[in-house]
Structure formats: C-alpha cells, structure tokens
C-alpha cells in the first residue's frame, strides 16, 4: 500500500491523482492533502479521501479548514503554512510525495520530499527549474526516487532503459519533446498583441490552471521542460530538441544512435504519466480510454517557431548561461504571467520582460537554497520595477 501526500490537492494535477487513488484503494491511500487557499475545496476532497494530515498552505486559513472539517464530520489532524507543508512532505505519514503545488512556493517540499527519500513524482517543474543542482543533491542525500509526471518527460522515462537518470552511455543521441503549440500555433507575433487572458487560457488539448495555460500558450511551458530534461536525464542542451506536435497524442521521443526512436503514446490525460509513477514499475488502470490507432488523423510535426514564441528561445538561452540563469528566468515569468493575468502586460510583453531581467542579472553559480532563493527575490523585484515604470 502506497500512503501518497498530494501537495497541490486542488489544483489539475491533484485532481487527477486523488482519481487514480481512488480507482485503486487497494494500492494506494491518499494520506495528506495540501491546497493553497481553496478550503471549501480541500474540505470536499477531505470528505472524499479521508486523510490523515489536511494542510492549507495560507496560515490565515487553517481555522476555516478546521472549522469546515468538523462541519462536514472529517476527523484528521489539521494544518498550515510553508513549513507544515514541507513537514509532512518528509514526515512520516506518506511514503509517496506528488509535488504538484504551482511555482517557486514548491521548492521548499520538494526538496524535503527528496532528502528524506521518498518517491517523489514532480509535477512541479519550477523546483528543478530553479534548483536542479540542489534538488539531485538532495536526491542522493535521500537515497529516494524521481518519476516525472508531466507527461513529456515521463514519456522520455518510459522510452529510456530501465528509466536511467542519466544518459551517459545510453546509446542516446537525443531527447525529442512534443509540444501541442497551444492556442496559438501558426500564429505570428502582429496577430498576437491584442491576446486576452481567456484566449490565452484555452488551450485546444489539455485541461489545465490559469498560469500553466499561459506558459503554454507562450512555449515558455516546453522551455522550462527543456530545462528540467536537462536535470533529469543528463541531456546538454544540444541534445535536446522541441518539436510541435498539435494531437499531443505523442508525448516524446528519444533517438538512438543506432537510427531507432522510441515513442511513447496516448491520449492526452495526465492520469496516464501519473498512474505509470504511482504504481512503478507495475502498470494499473486509470479510466484512460485506449488509442485508437487506425482512427487517428495524420500525425503532425514541425519546428517551433522561435522568433513568434520568443520564451522557448530565452528557455535555451538561460540554459546554455548555466548557473542560475534559469531560477532567473523562472522568476521573471511568474511575475509576467501574473501581470498578464491581471491585465497590466500584455501577451507579447511576457517574453519582453523576461529577456529584460536576463539581462540586468546575469547568471551566477548555484549555491545554497539562501542565495538562490534572494536572487529568484531580485529577480521579481526587477521585474516589478521594468513594469512600474514601463506604466
């Protein structure tokens, strides 16, 4: 029996797993839900699941997650903030951690899950993004596992033997990630600069949170993949390669130095990568409905296009700088995509500000979590002063 946290309960990603669980209460129990402000929400899932440990992350909230608990007759122990968050990710409760809590506010339970040696299915992809060295460090401190979940570089994870880490001496020449090319692909930059948040958010494929949709909208979503693939399997950067592939029914690929590629396929449900990590090596069922090969329309692909979607071009970029250039670029587009969202940038102004802030703060070496955690800091607060005073 797996005893599984969700960090990010409420979100897509949480959603999806709390599904998989529940098809198998055999297999696994959801022992911890983490969600950020939506108690009404967590309380539901609370009534549903049964946990041990229930944690909104807003201090301010937990005596209205207590109070809606006992409302609903829900008896579980209660708690809140950062620190009760990344508690519980090393505590002894679960033995499984789905890192699925959006953006930087992620890192800290990560990287706890990781030291006390858990099996740690990342979905959330800004932890590696910002601390890559720190995160494997810790990895190897914990002695634990990483299984991707997002569904491109679990895809790469199935492809690869055994799912090795590393592809020093693989036979592998590159790493191929898809992309669906979000709502906007064949688009040029003049018929994007009147983008709305809505429009942004659509994405024609995929079922996802307003900040991922707009990542994806952008491709800065695939050039922080490109990023965490680097991490995760080893690849420099000249041996990964983004290609646009509109059904997302392959979700990537890697080539062999023998002239063979291995693809994996299916329909576009998270529940898949997520049940592939939760029952490794083993395989379960997910709902997920078979692909049906000889009804597909033709497959696509095609080169992205860099000078439209200038966020995958600044991904490489930050990449090939090294150091924390990427913790940089992270920072940078969270701030953007909030202001995107709010109304006060506009589309094309996402990939202007984050170039900027790559500019005013070049790339220093990864230290400690201290002094990456205060340049992410001096990262969003040049970005909110180029909008100030772009206003």
Same mark, same amino acid.
């Given at each position: 029996m797996?005893?599984?946290?969700?960090?990010?309960?409420?979100?897509?990603?949480?959603?999806?797993?709390?599904?998989?669980?529940?098809?198998?209460?055999?297999?696994?129990?959801?022992?911890?839900l983490?969600?950020?402000?939506?108690?009404?929400?967590l309380?539901?899932?609370?009534?549903?699941?049964?946990?041990e440990?229930?944690?909104?992350?807003?201090?301010?909230?937990?005596?209205?997650?207590?109070?809606?608990?006992?409302?609903s007759?829900?008896?579980?122990?209660?708690?809140?903030g950062?620190?009760?968050?990344?508690?519980?990710?090393?505590g002894?409760?679960?033995?499984?951690?789905?890192?699925? @809590?959006?953006?930087a506010?992620? !890192?800290? *339970?990560?990287?706890?899950?990781?030291?006390?040696?858990?099996?740690?299915?990342?979905?959330?992809?800004?932890?590696?993004?910002?601390?890559?060295? !720190?995160?494997?460090?810790?990895?190897?401190?914990?002695?634990?596992?990483? @299984?991707?979940?997002? *569904?491109?570089? %679990?895809?790469?994870?199935?492809?690869?033997?055994?799912?090795?880490?590393?592809?020093?001496g693989?036979g592998v020449?590159?790493?191929?990630?898809?992309?669906?090319?979000?709502?906007?692909?064949?688009?040029?930059?003049?018929? !994007?600069?009147?983008?709305?948040?809505?429009?942004?958010?659509?994405?024609?494929?995929?079922?996802?949170?307003?900040?991922?949709?707009?990542?994806?909208?952008?491709?800065?979503?695939?050039?922080?993949?490109?990023?965490?693939?680097?991490?995760?399997?080893?690849?420099?950067?000249?041996?990964?390669?983004?290609?646009?592939?509109?059904?997302?029914?392959?979700? *990537?690929?890697?080539d062999?130095?023998?002239? *063979?590629?291995?693809?994996?396929?299916?329909n576009?449900?998270?529940?898949?990568?997520?049940g592939?990590?939760?029952a490794?090596?083993?395989?379960?069922?997910?709902?997920?409905?078979?692909?049906d090969?000889?009804?597909?329309?033709?497959?696509?692909?095609?080169?992205?296009?860099?000078?439209?979607?200038?966020?995958?071009?600044?991904?490489?970029?930050?990449?090939?700088?090294?150091?924390?250039?990427?913790?940089?670029? %992270?920072?940078?587009?969270?701030?953007a995509?909030?202001?995107?969202?709010?109304?006060?940038?506009?589309?094309?102004?996402?990939?202007?500000?984050?170039e900027?802030?790559?500019?005013?703060?070049?790339?220093q070496p990864?230290?400690?979590?201290?002094?990456?955690?205060?340049?992410?800091?001096?990262?969003?607060?040049?970005?909110?002063? @180029?909008?100030?005073?772009?206003?």
């Open positions: 797996r005893r599984v946290g969700v960090l990010g309960a409420t979100g897509s990603i949480g959603g999806s797993t709390l599904d998989v669980i529940a098809r198998h209460p055999g297999r696994f129990q959801a022992t911890v983490v969600a950020h402000r939506q108690v009404d929400a309380v539901a899932l609370c009534a549903r699941h049964r946990p440990l229930a944690i909104i992350a807003d201090p301010t909230l937990e005596e209205a997650l207590a109070r809606g608990l006992a409302a007759g829900v008896r579980c122990e209660v708690a809140s950062e620190a009760a968050v990344a508690a519980a990710a090393a002894p409760l679960c033995d499984t951690v789905v890192a699925a @809590i959006v953006g506010a992620g !890192l800290d *339970s990560t990287l706890a899950a990781a030291r006390a040696g858990k099996r740690l299915l990342l979905a959330n992809k800004e932890s590696i993004v910002m601390a890559g060295p !720190l995160l494997l460090a810790a990895l190897r401190e914990g002695g634990g596992e990483l @299984i991707p979940v997002d *569904s491109e570089h %679990n895809a790469i994870f199935q492809c690869l033997p055994g799912g090795r880490p590393d592809l020093a693989s020449r590159r790493l191929i990630l898809t992309a669906s090319g979000g709502p906007f692909r064949g688009r040029k930059r003049a018929q !994007l600069a009147a983008i709305t948040p809505d429009q942004a958010c659509a994405h024609p494929n995929w079922v996802m949170g307003r900040k991922i949709s707009v990542d994806s909208a952008t491709l800065m979503n695939k050039g922080l993949e490109v990023i965490e693939a680097h991490h995760l399997f080893g690849a420099p950067a000249d041996a990964i390669e983004v290609l646009v592939h509109p059904q997302s029914l392959v979700h *990537s690929m890697v062999y130095v023998d002239g *063979s590629v291995l693809a994996q396929l299916g576009p449900d998270m529940r898949t990568a997520i592939h990590a939760l490794w090596p083993d395989r379960v069922d997910t709902a997920v409905p078979p692909l090969l000889a009804g597909l329309a033709p497959l696509q692909f095609e080169p992205p296009d860099l000078d439209t979607f200038r966020c995958l071009a600044l991904a490489f970029q930050a990449l090939r700088a090294g150091g924390d250039a990427p913790a940089i670029l %992270n920072a940078a587009n969270e701030v995509v909030d202001a995107f969202l709010a109304g006060s940038l506009p589309f094309l102004g996402i990939a202007e500000l984050v900027s802030v790559l500019t005013e703060l070049p790339a990864v230290v400690d979590i201290r002094t990456l955690v205060a340049r992410d800091l001096a990262a969003r607060t040049a970005a909110r002063r @180029i909008l100030r005073n772009a206003c």
